[in-house]
């Protein structure tokens, strides 16, 4: 095979044009099937590197043919394509070369139509592999050329070939064994386009064809080229007319029962079936088949949807298919066996719509099921009601699988409306292609990371965006495992979407509040965001994701506009970024302002160079986690309380998943950030991402609270009888930074009411309220009336002295005011003047006074309560 590859090399130095591009591209897709069967991972990245190799050398002899551009003025006459307003950069024109490599063939950009040449000579075929379900292969006879799978009665009518590719009597497409609906059901859709005729768009998507009639024609050598749109750009598509045979009366491809003979819908099928992996086609859904086979623009409508004004969808929909401007088609949900038999409909599956009528207020689809032998609507206004009759305003003689329908029944007992609109509907297109590497996992609640771009328009207009997601062999991998249901297989290829900003002055976005459009999460490869953009405004366009299973994916962002837009990847609001990854854990997890735990959450110290805007980011990859981020005047050290006057910037209320605290102006210093989760306990990982447009922000993980200190333990204090007060006194060496925590301990392993801990510590407290940790000792109030309280309330002061000359250094309730460790107290603050309130201890929190000094020269001896 290697040498064979070689050969067409070499005849590819020695030759020019289209002669030339003809070696290349041969000699560039046997060695991408060398690749593929080598067992070497060597060889199989030396043999993939001269695939690429020749992938663009090739490119390069296109841009010096003129016939390149020739050709592809013609196709955009002939289809009246909008204009492309925009020069692809060298770098995206890689890229979609680099993505022409699927299932081990090579579909490479469409560049010229074929020559009539290419369909003489000797036979043609194609090796690639075309795989087949367990139930296909039970009754697989092997691959036939057209006349062997025709029977002697339909050659004997005619007196060529032309029976193979000219319809005698109207189209009556049908699919048997093959679990493509949703190809069928496109094919069924679309062949009032497709049919030959002048206004036929067959001629710019089938090879060879009659560019005059639009009749396909029979290519003497077996190939047939196609023109499909997928991984960015129309490709070329090449297949043999060999079809699959059946053992029994079964097909394997798409037949026509009106035109048994007619094999040209089969080659439109097995070019799709060559690009989406084989025969055995996991599934997809007609929106998608016929963007893929047309190149219009897909759009999905969910018909259970309450956002959705039914009556003006119907006008829009019924006006642009009397002008032939959209292909309508539809799709089931799941249904149960008894839904089935009740409705006449089959569950997760496609319908094709044939036409559209409305008489003297009544809205009616003709609608076929594009299976075989399969049902058909039973309810009101189906076919077998007076549809038939000599009377009926309906005058369309119904075919085995056709029926009318309402269209309110369509919106109550379908899923989805796929509609395929003519791009000619816009004069102006822009194309952008990239590659998103998907972030960590902490990061996806936020649209930090994802690819955003700015757009204007010059006028007041609609303009569309579609996004396309490019098809890799991954996927197809990942959807093979099949499931129970169609629906869980696309599930497992995830979800994206699209949201459109006003206010950001077409800036990058963080956070998904204030957008002006929110499109809903498909699993379809492509989804469209319809609006009426503004002239003037500076929109942020941002591509969204749910579960994408893979690290890395291409896709394309479509703009189509009757206006001139100007669109560039959208610019970081700020100049410098830097991010840090942490978690809260069960030690760390303190919740919000108001839980005693508080100051156990992850704490990071920020220092910036220069005044200037600062932006904090949280984000976490549980999008249910409500998280809170809060920048507070503390130095970066350790906060362990917080009240509206120490905070620099705050998120405001706790958000889902991610939150950002912002400020237009900082002035230079260090400050302490404080990320919290609303509830203690709620375990997560998180990335925090802080910007500014000072270069060299620091930004580090302030050390856990009394990280090492010495901690010190007293003996429990039990409350008994009447009691209401205890003291405990100590003593120190020499000047000491203290704080006092107290926490309810358990006796036993079980609950004990008044009875409480109280400790000692020359440091600063462990980091919860978990911990009974030592403190100096001094005095414990409970209120009487609660004593028998199953959570009685309790205050702890720290004292020097007795009487008028006693002073209260510290109080348990500045807990509850604003204070960072290592401020200093005051006689004018509650908890250092005054004694406070009195709080609940639990078994699970406790209480704690802020640091404070102790002096023994000043101080001979205080007490702890």
């Not at 696309?490 to 979407?497: A, D, H, I, Q, R």
């Not at 959450?601 to 998280?627: E, H, M, R, W, Y």
């Not at 912002?662 to 302490?672: H, I, K, L, N």
């Not at 004990?752 to 000692?760: E, G």
């Amino acid at each position: 095979m290697e040498a064979k590859a070689r050969e067409h090399e070499a005849l590819f130095s020695k030759s020019s044009g289209k002669e030339a591009l003809d070696h290349a591209i041969a000699a560039a897709e046997i060695y991408m099937k060398a690749a593929r069967e080598s067992p070497n991972a060597a060889d199989k990245k030396r043999l993939q590197k001269k695939c690429e190799s020749l992938i663009m050398k090739a490119e390069e002899l296109k841009k010096s043919m003129k016939t390149t551009t020739d050709s592809v003025s013609v196709i955009e006459r002939r289809l009246k394509l909008p204009r492309q307003a925009r020069q692809i950069p060298t770098s995206e024109k890689t890229l979609l070369y680099r993505n022409s490599r699927l299932h081990g063939n090579v579909f490479p950009p469409w560049e010229a139509d074929p020559d009539p040449a290419d369909f003489t000579g000797k036979p043609y075929n194609d090796d690639s592999l075309f795989s087949l379900s367990e139930r296909q292969k039970s009754v697989f006879a092997g691959w036939k050329r057209p006349l062997e799978l025709v029977s002697k009665g339909v050659r004997a009518e005619s007196t060529s070939n032309d029976f193979l590719m000219e319809a005698k009597d109207d189209f009556d497409l049908v699919q048997d064994i093959t679990t493509d609906c949703s190809v069928v059901a496109s094919l069924c859709a679309s062949i009032k386009h497709l049919r030959p005729g002048r206004s036929s768009i067959l001629p710019t998507l089938m090879f060879p064809v009659d560019q005059e009639t639009g009749q396909p024609k029979i290519s003497t050598s077996g190939k047939y080229i196609f023109r499909m749109f997928f991984n960015g750009c129309f490709r070329k598509v090449i297949i043999d007319d060999y079809l699959p045979s059946s053992s029994n009366e079964r097909t394997l491809y798409v037949v026509d029962r009106q035109n048994p003979g007619l094999i040209w819908p089969a080659l439109v099928e097995k070019a799709y079936l060559k690009v989406r992996g084989g025969y055995d086609f996991p599934g997809s859904n007609s929106g998608t088949d016929l963007c893929v086979l047309t190149g219009w623009i897909p759009q999905q409508l969910f018909l259970q949807s309450d956002d959705v004004d039914w009556d003006a969808t119907w006008r829009r929909v019924k006006k642009a298919y009397d002008y032939d401007d959209v292909v309508v088609t539809l799709g089931t949900g799941r249904l149960t066996p008894d839904e089935e038999e009740i409705l006449g409909l089959a569950g997760e599956h496609d319908y094709a719509v044939l036409d559209m009528s409305e008489s003297n207020g009544s809205r009616m689809l003709l609608v076929k099921n594009p299976w075989c032998d399969g049902l058909v609507w039973k309810g009101v206004g189906s076919s077998t009601s007076s549809i038939n009759s000599e009377t009926d305003e309906h005058p369309i003689r119904l075919k085995p699988g056709s029926f009318w329908i309402s269209f309110d029944d369509v919106t109550q007992n379908f899923e989805s409306l796929y509609l395929n609109w003519n791009p000619s509907l816009f004069t102006e297109r822009q194309d952008h292609h990239f590659v998103w590497q998907l972030p960590d996992a902490s990061m996806i609640g936020s649209f930090a990371d994802n690819p955003q771009y700015s757009m204007t328009a010059q006028a007041d207009d609609q303009t569309w965006i579609l996004l396309s997601r490019h098809f890799q062999d991954e996927e197809l991998e990942i959807s093979r495992k099949r499931s129970t249901t169609l629906a869980a297989v696309s599930n497992m290829l995830g979800f994206t979407s699209l949201y459109i900003f006003a206010h950001a002055n077409g800036q990058r976005v963080q956070l998904s509040d204030k957008s002006i459009y929110r499109g809903p999460f498909v699993d379809s490869p492509q989804t469209l965001a319809p609006f009426e953009a503004k002239k003037g405004v500076k929109y942020t366009i941002v591509v969204a994701s749910q579960d994408l299973p893979l690290p890395k994916y291409s896709f394309t962002l479509s703009f189509f506009s009757r206006t001139p837009l100007t669109i560039t990847p959208a610019q970081q609001s700020l100049r410098y970024y830097t991010e840090i990854q942490s978690a809260w854990t069960r030690r760390t997890s303190g919740g919000n302002s108001a839980s005693l735990t508080y100051l156990t959450n992850p704490q990071f110290s920020i220092t910036l160079t220069a005044t200037g805007p600062l932006s904090i980011l949280l984000s976490t990859a549980k999008d249910d986690l409500p998280v809170h981020v809060d920048l507070v005047w503390a130095r970066g050290q350790r906060v362990t309380a917080v009240s509206v006057r120490d905070l620099v910037a705050s998120s405001g209320d706790y958000r889902r998943g991610c939150a950002v605290a912002s400020a237009p102006s900082v002035e230079r210093g260090t400050y302490t950030v404080v990320c919290s989760t609303f509830e203690p306990g709620q375990l997560a990982d998180f990335t925090l991402r802080v910007g500014s447009d000072a270069p060299g922000t620091q930004v580090v993980p302030v050390p856990a609270d009394a990280a090492g200190r010495l901690r010190t333990q007293l003996s429990g204090l039990a409350f008994r009888g009447s009691e209401y007060k205890k003291r405990a006194a100590i003593s120190v060496a020499r000047l000491t930074r203290v704080c006092v925590v107290v926490t309810r301990r358990d006796a036993g392993g079980g609950r004990q009411n008044n009875h409480y801990p109280s400790s000692s510590s020359s440091t600063p407290a462990p980091s919860s309220a978990f911990y009974q940790t030592p403190t100096p000792a001094n005095a414990a109030h409970p209120q009487p009336q609660q004593r028998s309280n199953h959570h009685p309330t309790v205050r702890v002061t720290v004292e020097s002295g007795r009487g008028p000359n006693r002073e209260i250094l510290a109080s348990s309730s500045s807990m509850a005011m604003p204070r960072i460790a290592g401020s200093r107290t005051g006689s004018d603050d509650e908890g250092a003047g005054g004694e406070g309130e009195f709080r609940q201890v639990t078994a699970g929190a406790g209480l704690r006074t802020p640091e404070f000094d102790i002096d023994p020269r000043i101080r001979e001896r205080a007490a702890v309560g």
